[in-house]
């Protein structure tokens, strides 16, 4: 659909769902593999999945507007509360939750100021990840994959980058995807499970987290995945805030930061190939940021 269509159908949806809501812009906000979203009267976000078969994109949007609703009552943070959906469109919009997203802010700034962010985040993760899994099970996967096959995946990506990979990052990097992944069993728990600084938001004045945003990934996972996510953004001072705010009955904090360690090392390739495919600068500063701590050289 061209763009200009794509808005007009906007502004007619919101109208006809909102009554008495009257749009007087509606702008293209942003894209990604998943979703197209638009911003209307600067306030309401209305998103648009992907999904080309009308029954599976339907069924996503109603279950993750259920999913919101459950966050809501797990969430230390603020989460997006759908107010309408059309389900054959594959459409869920919500107002847009307040402040700006942490990929946004300055590197220099993140470096200096990311440690109170981290251990909000820190804190959310505990909470998550000891909700009841029977409680979300019916509307998120269960997503346990081996490391060897992260692993895998990632000395795929690997040729297409190494290019732009310094030279003082190479043999640290072509060493890890050489070595065995690490073993070490876990109970996989409720997660984000996209936990990146592209989905958080944060009064950029005093640095508070406003806002998770894009539950559309969450999943019963690896209680490390959201960990390394984490390592890979904001380094290892806030890695660090993160896991002394984590608490858990049920995982070893030891392995789980080996793991984190090691998702957060091949994520960082994917990421980096990610920003060089479509040219969205932010992601490819931010990974050749981190592997200063990630691949020393």
Avoid at 6 to 12: E, F, I, M
Avoid at 277 to 291: I, N, P, Q
């Amino acid at each position: 659909m061209a763009d200009q269509s794509r808005v007009d159908t906007v502004r007619d949806m919101v109208e006809e769902q909102l009554a008495g809501y009257r749009v007087g812009s509606a702008v293209l906000l942003g894209e990604s593999e998943d979703n197209v979203a638009y911003e209307v009267n600067g306030e309401l976000v209305v998103r648009f999945g992907k999904e080309s078969d009308p029954m599976l994109r339907a069924a996503r949007v109603e279950r993750e507007a259920r999913l919101l609703a459950a966050v809501a009552g797990i969430s230390t943070a603020p989460v997006p509360e759908p107010v309408f959906t059309v389900a054959d469109q594959g459409c869920l919009a919500y107002y847009k939750l307040p402040g700006v997203l942490l990929l946004h802010m300055p590197l220099s700034r993140r470096a200096v100021r990311g440690e109170p962010v981290a251990a909000a985040l820190g804190g959310l993760l505990t909470g998550l990840h000891a909700a009841p899994v029977d409680r979300v099970a019916d509307l998120v996967a269960t997503e346990v994959q081996p490391t060897a096959l992260w692993l895998s995946e990632a000395a795929e990506v690997y040729p297409a980058v190494a290019a732009e990979v310094p030279v003082v990052y190479r043999t640290s990097m072509e060493a890890f995807l050489t070595a065995p992944p690490p073993a070490g069993e876990y109970v996989p728990v409720f997660s984000h499970n996209d936990l990146g600084i592209e989905h958080v938001l944060i009064d950029g004045a005093i640095w508070t987290v406003t806002g998770v945003i894009d539950w559309s990934d969450a999943a019963i996972t690896d209680p490390a995945y959201d960990f390394g996510l984490l390592y890979r953004d904001l380094g290892p001072a806030a890695f660090d805030a993160a896991l002394r705010e984590y608490r858990t009955d049920v995982n070893d904090i030891k392995t789980l930061v080996e793991r984190a360690v090691f998702y957060a090392r091949c994520c960082v390739i994917k990421d980096l190939a990610y920003g060089l495919e479509t040219g969205r600068d932010r992601y490819t500063v931010k990974s050749l940021a981190a592997m200063e701590w990630l691949f020393p050289g």
